[in-house]
């Protein structure tokens, strides 16, 4: 109880008297303080990485891409696969280099030395994280109300009390957080090998390049491309794996096996899945479904009983908010040793090896965000910042690779990867601007906003350290 109270005391001195390293204090963390364990090999990362994408995007995704794509939607998650697969080998290039908690801040300060931008890649990773969490402790908290038959139940107040159980989970130990993170991982995986086993024998009965009727003036190419910025986004988490880097073993090569086994795994599910998926249920009526991979269920294999489904999913749901909350509690840390927040958000556990100051500082930002309703739409701007990061990651490694005396790493990728990620990322960001739902560039914008002056009051001066 004491170590709890001293704790807590520590955030709030942090937060309300928030200072940064002077120029002239040395640090001798790796003498004085305690370090983060470094206990992840490669088969751990890459289901950590797999299961930040498996998530619940997928469970809840593919209708509404079905609805956009029609029968091609398979095509579209192909796309969407080449697009983060350039950007997840730039990220593997950058986490073999340069092995660091924060890695996108870290390597966005070392390539630029911009202490402006390098703090806003890193706040936006952290709001991405942070409206992850809150949305999937609700999603989990109205999906255990549903299965308990406990609707009178207040949502916020359950949905809290998950949030309370991560943190307690992320601050117990990393080595306890991948047991929990390959368990749901392996769960959820498997909800998607069970779709598409039972739907097997629904393939080859539809016609694969069907399109929208609404969309007849439009090219197979366009409809798909088009599609695919929805898709995409079902990829995104392979970054966090870049995150938990300093809790590696052997970072340097762990980092690049383990992201693109996840990114090509998770490929090999979606498609999979996007193609039972409208073989077995019509993509007109895919698109409606309440919980589509339910209905295909339901469909393909009557006698399954449904509530195993609505378990698989809150793992899904679980996992995601995990990782996220790990992800972020990283961020947090990593951006304190590159000066670019106060200090205190630095500090490790001595016998828990854990970031605990994060960990607790984001139980309190998410206070807040549960209790405020719905954030859906705070959610989905969240997908425009990330590509903003996407482009300045993929610039960062042009400038890196071209820079004179920059160390190479063990996994090396051709300068035009790195490119074509950037121009990618930026074709899906103006696609995204050029929606008619303004909301979503509003609260972006707004977020961008605050994290420049959040930026002003602290004064960070950003100097990367070796």
């Not at 751990?44 to 797999?50: R, T």
């Not at 959820?188 to 016609?207: H, P, Q, R």
């Not at 300068?415 to 979503?440: E, F, H, K, N, Q």
Request: proline share 5%.
């Amino acid at each position: 109880m004491t170590d709890i109270v001293q704790t807590s005391r520590m955030v709030l001195i942090a937060i309300v008297f928030p200072r940064t390293k002077d120029a002239n204090e040395v640090t001798t963390s790796s003498t004085t303080t305690p370090a983060l364990a470094r206990s992840i090999g490669p088969a751990q990362l890459a289901l950590y990485a797999l299961g930040s994408m498996l998530g619940s995007g997928i469970y809840g995704l593919i209708g509404k891409a079905a609805g956009q794509a029609g029968s091609a939607v398979w095509l579209s998650f192909l796309v969407a696969l080449v697009a983060a697969l350039l950007t997840a080998l730039s990220y593997a290039s950058l986490g073999s280099r340069y092995p660091r908690a924060g890695g996108a801040a870290y390597v966005t300060q070392r390539a630029f030395g911009i202490p402006l931008l390098s703090f806003t890649v890193g706040l936006a990773l952290v709001c991405s994280g942070l409206t992850s969490v809150a949305t999937q402790s609700k999603i989990f908290a109205s999906n255990l109300t549903a299965l308990l038959g406990l609707e009178s139940l207040p949502v916020s107040a359950l949905a809290l009390g998950f949030i309370l159980i991560l943190a307690g989970i992320a601050f117990r130990g990393i080595r306890e957080s991948m047991w929990v993170n390959v368990t749901c991982t392996l769960i959820e995986a498997t909800g998607l090998l069970i779709v598409i086993a039972t739907g097997l024998s629904f393939w080859g009965t539809i016609d694969y390049f069907e399109t929208p009727p609404e969309r007849a003036d439009s090219t197979l190419a366009l409809v798909v491309i088009q599609a695919s910025v929805l898709t995409f986004f079902a990829f995104i988490g392979f970054e966090d794996a870049v995150n938990v880097a300093e809790e590696c073993k052997d970072p340097s090569w762990t980092i690049p096996i383990g992201l693109i086994t996840a990114t090509l795994a998770a490929a090999v599910l979606y498609i999979a899945v996007a193609i039972t998926a409208v073989s077995v249920v019509p993509w007109q009526e895919l698109k409606d479904a309440p919980s589509p991979l339910t209905e295909v269920m339901r469909r393909s294999a009557p006698d399954f009983p449904p509530i195993i489904m609505t378990l698989i999913t809150m793992f899904a749901v679980a996992n995601t908010a995990l990782v996220n909350y790990i992800t972020a509690s990283r961020l947090i840390y990593g951006m304190s040793h590159q000066k670019l927040l106060p200090t205190q958000f630095g500090a490790v556990h001595g016998e828990r090896r854990t970031p605990h100051i994060a960990i607790i500082a984001l139980f309190l930002v998410l206070i807040p965000l549960v209790l405020a309703g719905s954030i859906s739409d705070l959610a989905s701007s969240t997908v425009l910042l990330l590509l903003l990061v996407f482009m300045v990651v993929n610039g960062a490694l042009i400038m890196l690779k071209r820079r004179p005396g920059e160390a190479v790493g063990r996994f090396e990728i051709p300068i035009w990867v790195p490119a074509l990620g950037a121009v990618v990322c930026g074709g899906l960001m103006l696609t995204r601007l050029a929606s008619s739902d303004w909301r979503a560039p509003l609260i972006a914008m707004t977020l961008l906003a605050g994290i420049v002056t959040i930026f002003a009051v602290l004064k960070p001066n950003g100097q990367a350290s070796d």
